[in-house]
């Protein structure tokens, strides 16, 4: 690794998680671990006429345990679990609101869908009633705006910049992008950034119609998957200097060595091996790693015929016959839409903290065309020191995060 990197290091010191397999970093990492998922029948909105509907929803979400200022009725499903998440994750990091109040902030959270939940909710009572049936507290909730501002309302924040990202599910890569920018050129000194999405039937009737929904199980690289699951919930992530995390004595669970973003615009849905190998190459040198130093890859990994292939023949493009366990934590949390490469970096800095590999579970066999060690089932113990974490999105918006453990030299 190269010895001149910027002086201003950028740390992950908190990390706010709602999933379908876990809230919070200790429920996350025991469900990695034992490989866990929890599919299910999906109950968020009508799916009368499919011929199947399983999905992974966040369940037991009780927003009012952790919106204390922001009226939550005020908020829709992926704003509630973007604020519940902030809040979270500066707990985690063990800041107090008057830390945050004294120092600049970036927030920046990305998403596929935002509000549509929402907007489903709007368009059914439309159809009920007629046009006069629509709830104006319900309209008011929709705005995007609203993952990223809301946050700032609840933290009572002022010298803020409230961003939200909306390149789709690269969305959260994005976002931690923007961060760590912000931080290591001096325009933040905390930064909150990742993703947020609900369950929403337009976003599920899309991917229905494209052909990519699994009937049962999400089986990336298989040679019998059969697509995506639709999932929900958020990740946010506190990220500061290394100055600042050391001098407050705060717990690193990584650092965030660089990224890298392209965006081909080749196809509206089909994934280009050229332009995902750049991103690859544009996040390695902005971290300044060399491929024979990256001990793990987080896929995409999406399940579907198309990007498995794409991305896995990416993967050896750039690292040969020699690529490190390349897994799909999709297989697990379903594909949560923005929040899903927020939550993949999270999974990573908290395999970096504990030592292991997530398994890539439902897998039968490998497709000959994914010529890659997908960690198939089992987790699998192991000392990490760079972990890669790739976010693809429809359009060809691609972004690459490299994470590493802090210190390096304490791996053995």
């Known amino acids: 690794m190269r010895d001149d990197r910027a002086a201003r290091r950028v740390v992950l010191t908190g990390l706010g998680i709602f999933s379908s397999i876990g809230t919070g970093a200790e429920q996350l990492v025991a469900s990695l671990r034992a490989g866990h998922s929890n599919v299910k029948p999906i109950t968020a909105f009508d799916t009368t006429g499919f011929a199947h509907s399983n999905g ?7 927003p009012e345990n952790w919106i204390r200022t922001v009226p939550v009725d005020e908020l829709g499903r992926a704003s509630q679990f973007s604020v519940a998440a902030a809040r979270m994750a500066v707990e985690d990091a063990g800041l107090a609101e008057d830390d945050l ?34 709830d104006p507290a319900i309209a008011r909730r929709v705005p995007a705006a609203r993952l990223s501002n809301a946050i700032a309302r609840e933290l009572g924040l002022s010298d803020v910049e409230a961003a939200t990202m909306a390149t789709a599910c690269s969305a959260g890569n994005y976002a931690i992008g923007n961060g760590y920018d912000a931080l290591r050129v001096g325009d933040a000194d905390i930064a909150l950034c990742g993703g947020a ?18 009937p049962d199980r999400c089986r990336p690289f298989d040679k019998d998957r059969q697509g995506i699951l639709t999932g929900e919930g958020a990740a946010v992530l506190v990220l500061e200097t290394l100055q600042s995390a050391l001098a407050r004595g705060a717990r690193i669970y990584a650092e965030v060595l660089g990224y890298g973003l392209n ?44 990007n498995d292939v794409t991305e896995s023949r990416a993967v050896r493009q750039i690292y040969g016959s020699q690529a490190p366990p390349t897994i799909s934590l999709k297989s697990m949390l379903g594909h949560t839409m923005g929040a899903a490469s927020a939550l993949a970096a999270s999974a990573c800095a908290l395999a970096i903290t504990h030592g292991f590999i997530p398994p890539t579970i439902n897998h039968v066999e490998t497709d000959p065309e994914c010529e890659i060690d997908c960690v198939p089932n089992t987790s699998v113990e192991a000392g990490l020191r760079v972990v890669q974490n790739n976010g693809l999105a429809f359009g060809g918006n691609n972004a690459v995060v490299v994470l590493a453990r802090y210190p390096m030299e304490a791996t053995t």
């Open 56 to 62: 992974c929803a966040v369940e037991g979400f009780e």
């Open 101 to 134: 109040r004294g120092r600049r902030c970036l927030i920046s959270i990305g998403t596929t869908d935002g509000e549509s939940h929402d907007l489903d909710r709007l368009t059914a009572m439309d159809v009920a009633g007629g046009p006069h049936a629509m």
């Open 197 to 214: 999405d609900a369950l929403c039937r337009k976003n599920f009737t899309g991917f229905y119609r494209l052909g990519t929904i699994a």
């Open 263 to 306: 965006c081909d615009a080749y196809h509206p849905v089909a994934p280009n091996q050229e332009s995902v190998a750049a991103c690859m190459e544009l996040a390695l040198h902005d971290a300044g790693v060399k491929p024979y130093e990256v001990d793990l890859i987080s896929a995409h990994g999406t399940g579907t015929k198309a």
